[in-house]
């Protein structure tokens, strides 16, 4: 009897753990995907929870829709405001989407033969090619530091795309690195948008050091032959991360930064002279 036969689909009873108040930490990383001109269509973001233990419930807050469990599918407990996590080892990764407005957004803008154009008019395209990424803070935060506030607006900003050499050539740009490996180009840029006026290193006598890492728009020029680009990746990461670069020992204050890019300068003054 078909009736009788058990539904081969039916999920495996969830395992439910004693509610812990050991120390939990939560590691979270938003993934964007916006259209060719920098409009956001989708904000994916994957959180992973770390216990010094394993199966235990930690109780958990996200404002995340469509959340799922991506490595051992499992459910989060809701109750009310609250939702709880019953852990099998000690990480657990999900993933969701998110409906806030991201705290930094990114504009590209396309020219051909110095009229601007869309980006899809500008496939298949030949002929001097502009294209200029702009990007913006939305996140301004208060802090107090020696006494004195500061708004700061100091993420790290990474950009960078592949330019196949068979479409682009005469490849440059006014703040980056480009990268060759006879096939490809690889430009890379980055910089700290706000970082100058957050620190006021004009007042330090560093307003040549603010210009170039504290700029908020790149551009790269190139000689096109049919147009064709695949995806520009970004990357915004919080001033201190730094730290996981190796500069441990650098304050993540307003004076310590100050003091770094001092330093900085000081290195790039040594091998201009």
């Not at 298949?124 to 502009?130: I, L």
Request: aromatic content about 6%.
């Amino acid at each position: 009897n078909p009736d009788d036969t058990p539904e081969a689909t039916e999920k495996p009873r969830q395992a439910v753990y004693k509610l812990t108040d050991a120390a939990v930490t939560k590691d979270e990383t938003v993934f964007i995907n916006i259209s060719p001109g920098g409009e956001v269509k989708k904000v994916n973001v994957t959180d992973r929870l770390h216990t010094d233990m394993p199966q235990v419930r930690i109780e958990d807050k996200t404002d995340l829709k469509n959340i799922a469990d991506v490595k051992t599918f499992i459910e989060p407990v809701i109750k009310g405001d609250k939702m709880y996590w019953d852990m099998e080892s000690t990480d657990l990764y999900y993933n969701g989407v998110s409906e806030k407005e991201p705290p930094i957004s990114v504009s590209v803008k396309y020219y051909l033969d110095g009229e601007e154009i869309s980006p899809d008019k500008l496939s298949g395209k030949s002929g001097d090619v502009k294209m200029t990424v702009t990007v913006a803070n939305k996140l301004t935060k208060s802090v107090k530091l020696g006494g004195k506030s500061y708004s700061m607006q100091c993420p790290m900003f990474l950009g960078g795309m592949i330019m196949p050499e068979e479409t682009f050539s005469e490849v440059s740009t006014d703040n980056g690195v480009i990268l060759g490996d006879g096939a490809h180009k690889l430009v890379c840029f980055m910089g700290v948008p706000g970082m100058s006026k957050s620190l006021g290193l004009d007042s330090l006598g560093l307003s040549a050091l603010g210009s170039a890492l504290g700029r908020s728009s790149y551009t790269v020029t190139c000689t096109a032959k049919d147009f064709a680009l695949g995806n520009m990746m970004f990357v915004a990461v919080p001033f201190s991360s730094i730290r996981a670069l190796g500069f441990k020992d650098v304050s993540v204050s307003v004076d310590g930064m100050k003091d770094m890019l001092a330093d900085l300068e000081n290195l790039m003054n040594s091998f201009a002279s």
